[in-house]
């Protein structure tokens, strides 16, 4: 496996990056404030980046980041991409639904991805090459083949909306089966375990994307962006079993 040792390492990243976590999820003294673009910030979300860049500058030196919080170093062709806490209005709620998300990108294309949701018990990772596990075991997308059967996850009305999509994703909802908004990481890992079929939304960074492609894609599924493009770059994500990606894709494209 090309990227054993790399995986090896992100893991042990996220073993540092849950101790933190876990400490300050319910803590009473917890700092919150509220960044540029009018999200939530925590001390907990500054302490585990910090902490994983700090250990990535030991053990990958030559290496490039790309952290939520501490912004992108200088360009390498090995990148680490992290997102301290995907879901940290949930973090700061009491909601238990977040997560640290940690990957290695190698010319662009992520090929290690751990996402790690210790009040969740949950931990989900894959290499490229090397197939997607959880805690519970080898992981793969479902295999069904019909709109008419497919569990959707859209992860948030308004993003739909702002997008200008909010009409194509109705259509949708009134093809499928089930409609959940499960959010964040979670939809994803879903889509990867097989529980859910499809999950797509807007408005995304690389750093809320990067761990999630080699999980989807290596269980098995397709990782792109809404309207095409495979990858981390384009600002939005749709990632399904495969099977339904085309014809997803055609339901919810922009209109004319």
């Given at each position: 496996?090309?990227?054993?040792?790399?995986?090896a390492?992100?893991?042990?990243?996220?073993?540092?990056?849950?101790?933190?976590?876990?400490e300050?999820?319910?803590?009473?003294?917890?700092?919150?404030?509220?960044?540029?673009?009018?999200?939530h910030?925590?001390?907990?979300?500054?302490?585990?980046?910090?902490?994983i860049?700090?250990?990535?500058?030991?053990?990958?030196p030559?290496?490039?980041?790309?952290?939520?919080?501490?912004?992108?170093?200088e360009?390498?062709?090995r990148?680490w991409?992290?997102?301290?806490?995907?879901?940290t209005a949930?973090f700061?709620?009491?909601?238990?639904?977040?997560?640290?998300?940690?990957?290695?990108?190698?010319?662009?294309?992520?090929?290690?991805?751990?996402?790690?949701?210790?009040?969740l018990?949950?931990?989900?990772?894959?290499?490229?090459g090397?197939?997607?596990?959880s805690?519970?075991?080898?992981?793969h997308?479902?295999?069904?083949t019909s709109?008419?059967?497919?569990?959707l996850?859209y992860?948030?009305?308004q993003?739909?909306?702002?997008?200008g999509?909010i009409?194509q994703?109705?259509?949708?909802?009134?093809?499928?089966?089930?409609?959940?908004?499960?959010?964040?990481?979670?939809s994803?890992?879903?889509?990867?375990?097989?529980?859910?079929?499809?999950?797509?939304?807007?408005?995304?960074q690389?750093?809320?994307?990067?761990?999630?492609?080699?999980?989807?894609?290596?269980?098995?599924?397709?990782?792109?962006?809404?309207?095409?493009?495979?990858?981390i770059?384009?600002g939005?994500?749709?990632?399904?079993?495969?099977?339904?990606?085309?014809?997803?894709?055609?339901?919810?494209?922009?209109?004319?």
């Amino acid at each position: 496996m090309a990227h054993e040792d790399d995986l090896a390492l992100a893991l042990t990243l996220a073993d540092a990056a849950d101790a933190i976590s876990r400490e300050r999820f319910h803590a009473r003294d917890l700092d919150v404030s509220l960044k540029a673009d009018h999200t939530h910030v925590t001390d907990a979300d500054r302490r585990v980046e910090a902490a994983i860049r700090s250990l990535l500058s030991a053990a990958r030196p030559a290496d490039a980041f790309y952290g939520e919080e501490s912004g992108r170093s200088e360009a390498a062709s090995r990148e680490w991409i992290v997102d301290p806490i995907d879901g940290t209005a949930n973090f700061l709620r009491g909601v238990p639904v977040w997560a640290t998300l940690i990957a290695l990108v190698v010319d662009g294309v992520p090929v290690v991805g751990v996402v790690s949701a210790p009040a969740l018990h949950r931990r989900w990772w894959a290499s490229a090459g090397g197939g997607a596990f959880s805690l519970e075991g080898p992981l793969h997308v479902s295999t069904v083949t019909s709109l008419a059967d497919a569990s959707l996850s859209y992860n948030g009305l308004q993003y739909w909306m702002e997008a200008g999509r909010i009409e194509q994703l109705l259509a949708l909802a009134g093809q499928v089966w089930r409609t959940r908004a499960y959010g964040d990481f979670w939809s994803y890992m879903l889509v990867a375990e097989g529980a859910v079929d499809i999950s797509g939304e807007f408005d995304l960074q690389p750093y809320d994307m990067a761990a999630l492609y080699p999980i989807v894609t290596e269980a098995g599924g397709r990782f792109s962006g809404i309207d095409g493009g495979d990858g981390i770059w384009q600002g939005s994500a749709l990632a399904t079993n495969g099977l339904l990606h085309d014809e997803v894709m055609a339901v919810v494209a922009p209109g004319p």
